[in-house]
């Protein structure tokens, strides 16, 4: 059940996710449970001044968690007032290059962390512990965002594949 009077496009996304669980009459740890967040993502996804949101495939179990659709109705009114581009500008050369920077600067980062998790103090002949590998995820990520701008920027020149 969602409340019918919230103005969702104006509604911050920490405040979507507070208001779910305050209506919800439910702990946030019992919540967390239910959905199968551990201890450290739920203190992430619940903290407003991180930006880390609830994973896509946990959404629905959150919504269930908190008998609320909210988080759904906030998304869909989001993309209503087009604080979602779904047909991004043709990308100029400018922007082309300004893109790369960027995909350079990531990948900087993912060169940083990997150095980082690789330090000569100690590390040889050990594994990559799960924090490292989860940076270097994280990294790595951020690559594939600022390829995928690239790519959707240069879809009006080249064409959609497939489509030809």
Request: proline residues 5%; aromatic residues 4%; contains cysteine.
């Amino acid at each position: 059940m969602t409340k019918k009077n919230i103005d969702l496009t104006e509604m911050p996304l920490p405040d979507v996710i507070a208001q779910m669980v305050a209506d919800s009459g439910k702990h946030r740890d019992d919540i967390a449970a239910e959905v199968g967040w551990s201890s450290s993502v739920s203190s992430r996804i619940f903290n407003p001044s991180e930006s880390y949101w609830p994973s896509l495939p946990t959404v629905p179990r959150f919504c269930v968690a908190c008998g609320s659709t909210l988080l759904i109705d906030w998304l869909v009114a989001q993309v209503e007032i087009g604080a979602v581009e779904l047909d991004p500008d043709e990308l100029d050369w400018v922007g082309l290059l300004l893109g790369l920077t960027e995909m350079e600067k990531e990948l900087g980062d993912v060169a940083k962390e990997v150095r980082r998790a690789i330090d000569p103090k100690g590390a040889q002949g050990r594994d990559l512990s799960r924090t490292e590998a989860k940076r270097i995820i994280r990294e790595v990520q951020d690559v594939i965002t600022r390829g995928v701008d690239l790519i959707k920027g240069l879809r009006h020149t080249a064409g959609n594949p497939g489509k030809e």
